[in-house]
Each structure stands twice: as C-alpha cells, then as structure tokens.
C-alpha cells in the first residue's frame, strides 16, 4: 500500500470539494475569522496535506472540529505499476472503496497526469474497457484533485499538464469537472496553467456548447473516430444522440467563442475506419476548422470491438490527411508494456470486470 489511508465515513463535508469562496463562507459559519480559510486552502491543495493534524498553524480545537465534521481525503493510491519506458498507472481507491485509474507520464517538457473522471461510464463505446459495466456514480472534484495531488504526492514531482481522458464521460460529470478545473488552476491551489489541461469528450453537442460559455482556456478533444454517422454510430451509440453534422456544429461554436483549436481523436481500427476512402471523407468534414487530428492505434480490449490497424495502414491514412491539409500526429504510445494491465489492476481488486482507461498522449 503506497500513499495515505482512505477515509471511509460518510455524512461528512467533503471539505475538499469546496472552492475556495465556499471554504470561506464554511469557516465563517464554524466562528473562525476568514483568514483561516487561506491557510486551509493551501494546507489542502498546495501542501497536499492528508490529515488535519499536520495543519500547524490552525489551532488544536479548530483542527479537532474539522476532523470530526470533515471528510479530507477523496482518493489514495492503492497499487501503482512502473513502465520500463517511466509511465505509471496507478489504482486509487475512493472513501466508498470503488476504484479509478489514473496514469502518469514523463515528458520533456514536464509531467502529465490522466485522470478519472466517473467510476464506470455510460457512453457505451463498443472498442473501450471502461464502458462495460455502465456507470456506478461521478466523481466529486475532491476525487478528481486527489488524482492528481497523489501522484505529485507519491513521485514527489510536480505536475504541470492534465488530460481528462480516463475512466468516463467528463461532460457527463459537467458542474464537478469545470468545478474541478478552476480549482486545480486556482492560485491557492496548484495553479496548473488552464492551457496545459485536455478534457476529452465523446460528443456530448449540449454541453460543449455550454462549455463555450465557461471561459476556461483548456484544450478540447472531440472522440470522433468516423467521417459519417452511419460508420460511427456502429462504434458509438452516441452518435444516434448526436449527428455528425450538429457536432461539428457545436465544435464550430466552441472555435469562434474560445479560439482555441480542437483536437479531433481518432481511434484507429482495423477494416472499419483505417481506408484511405475514410481519411478523404475526414478532410472533407474538418476542412475550414480551426483543428488537429490525433490519430490513436487501438487497444484492443478481450471481448470488446475491433483489432489494431496495421501501421502501414495509419502511416497511408495520415499521408492521406496531409495531402488534404489537415494537421495530423499519431499518438505517442506511452506504457504499452503495462498496457495490459491497466484494466486489470482494477479487475483483480473487482473480482472479475475488466475496466481498462486509455490514457496516452
Ligand atoms: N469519455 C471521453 C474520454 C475517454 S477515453 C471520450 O470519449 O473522449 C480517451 C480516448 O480514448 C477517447 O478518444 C476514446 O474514444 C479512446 N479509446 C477508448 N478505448 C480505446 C481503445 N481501446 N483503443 C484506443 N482508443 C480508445
């Protein structure tokens, strides 16, 4: 066991949830002056502290009262697995003993965490491992921070980008993720630069539409994965919520109220969406968009859709979309000799389902 103990009692403030004018107006509430509530905020999310004792500088009868009213810890790491390449997935174990994954990856230009956003999901894609089971509940932002404040906890060294692509639907989760966002940016927090944070989302049209509204300067990738609705509802049921046509739409709403470029990630399978037919009708759609394909070989997943495209086949389709313009990388694969047993780290805890998170940039 590696990291701190999970607090497992319930009908307690999750303390760790609270922005910081909500934590303010908490501390007011319990009589104390609302300078503690700064002191507080950077014991929880810039010390990364996991117990209220080691909050020197708060009294000892306050500290009393905030453990027996509050719930400090949301997630701690329950089993880690090192890459040979350096990249670690972690198990995290919540306060009501599900778990999520989350992986850790060293680049360059500094360290990027994948994390969680829901245990389970309910999207239904037929090639991933997390849909499975549906969706057991979302993850509250102290869940999602704690992701992130236990690696920095454990490797000792600092994160500086955030990907939101693991286990869930994030737009599914969307007061708790944009919640989470401005907190993990915040000055008194670890004040991660908003531009270096990804949300992937399948395609919720909605609510990217309202994310548009939210001024956060974040990078957004868009699951497409197909040209046309008829290829991409065979490997996404979303896509009968949403045509292709009102997503690009929404997409278009989100460039012209952010500016910023959307990433448009395309997994790749073999004989379904890998022909060069495929990679045209992709040009065709995204021509004019202010946006960057990434294309991802898939993983394939035991009793889940779909084989790997064969790298010849990725290299012609991304030929095929520079030839027509439009910007293209293929994902970097990160930890692919642990790959296997990602989902199986929260499978063997489980006791049968395999949920597996794909996290590589
Ligand atoms: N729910 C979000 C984030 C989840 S996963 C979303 O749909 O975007 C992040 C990316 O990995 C998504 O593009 C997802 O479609 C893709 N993915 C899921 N399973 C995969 C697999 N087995 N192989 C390759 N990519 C996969």
């Known amino acids: 066991m590696t990291g701190t103990d999970c607090d497992n009692r319930q009908n307690k403030t999750d303390i760790k949830s609270l922005d910081f004018i909500e934590l303010q107006e908490y501390v007011l509430k319990m009589g104390q002056k609302s300078f503690r509530a700064k002191q507080l905020y950077q014991w929880m999310h810039q010390q990364l502290v996991t117990s209220f004792d080691e909050m020197t500088n708060l009294s000892k009868a306050f500290r009393?009262?905030?453990?027996?009213?509050?719930?400090?810890?949301?997630?701690?790491?329950?089993?880690?697995?090192?890459?040979?390449?350096?990249?670690?997935?972690?198990?995290?174990?919540?306060?009501?003993?599900?778990l999520v994954e989350s992986v850790w990856m060293q680049y360059k230009h500094g360290n990027s965490?994948?994390?969680?956003?829901?245990?389970?999901c309910r999207m239904g894609c037929r090639f991933c491992a997390s849909t499975e089971g549906g969706l057991i509940r979302s993850l509250r932002p102290s869940e999602m921070l704690d992701q992130v404040y236990e690696i920095q906890r454990v490797t000792g060294e600092r994160v500086s980008n955030i990907i939101l692509m693991g286990i869930g639907e994030p737009l599914d989760n969307y007061e708790n993720v944009v919640k989470f966002i401005r907190m993990v940016s915040e000055e008194h927090g670890l004040h991660i630069s908003q531009r270096n944070i990804t949300l992937s989302t399948c395609g919720l049209a909605e609510q990217i539409k309202r994310l548009a509204e939210e001024a956060l300067t974040i990078t957004l990738a868009i699951s497409l994965h197909a040209p046309d609705d008829a290829l991409r509802r065979e490997m996404m049921p979303v896509a009968y919520r949403y045509s292709i046509a009102e997503l690009i739409d929404a997409c278009r709403y989100y460039i012209q109220k952010t500016n910023r470029r959307i990433t448009f990630e395309?997994?790749?399978?073999?004989?379904?969406?890998?022909?060069?037919?495929?990679?045209?009708?992709?040009?065709?759609?995204?021509?004019?968009?202010?946006?960057?394909?990434?294309?991802?070989?898939?993983?394939?997943?035991?009793?889940?859709?779909?084989?790997?495209?064969?790298?010849?086949?990725?290299?012609?389709?991304?030929?095929?979309?520079?030839?027509?313009?439009?910007?293209?990388?293929?994902?970097?694969?990160?930890?692919?000799?642990i790959d296997a047993a990602c989902g199986q780290l929260r499978n063997k805890n489980k006791g049968g389902k395999l949920h597996e998170s794909i996290c590589k940039d």
């Open 64 to 98: 009393g009262q905030l453990e027996e009213r509050c719930l400090l810890n949301g997630a701690c790491v329950t089993e880690r697995q090192i890459s040979k390449d350096g990249t670690n997935k972690f198990l995290m174990e919540l306060a009501d003993g599900n």
């Open 266 to 337: 395309y997994s790749m399978v073999e004989g379904k969406n890998d022909s060069v037919l495929e990679a045209e009708a992709l040009s065709k759609l995204l021509k004019g968009l202010n946006c960057h394909v990434n294309l991802i070989p898939l993983n394939p997943v035991k009793g889940r859709m779909g084989q790997r495209s064969l790298q010849s086949k990725i290299e012609d389709f991304k030929f095929t979309l520079e030839k027509n313009h439009t910007n293209v990388t293929i994902r970097r694969e990160m930890g692919r000799d």
């Open 113 to 120: 965490v994948c994390i969680s956003t829901q245990v389970g």
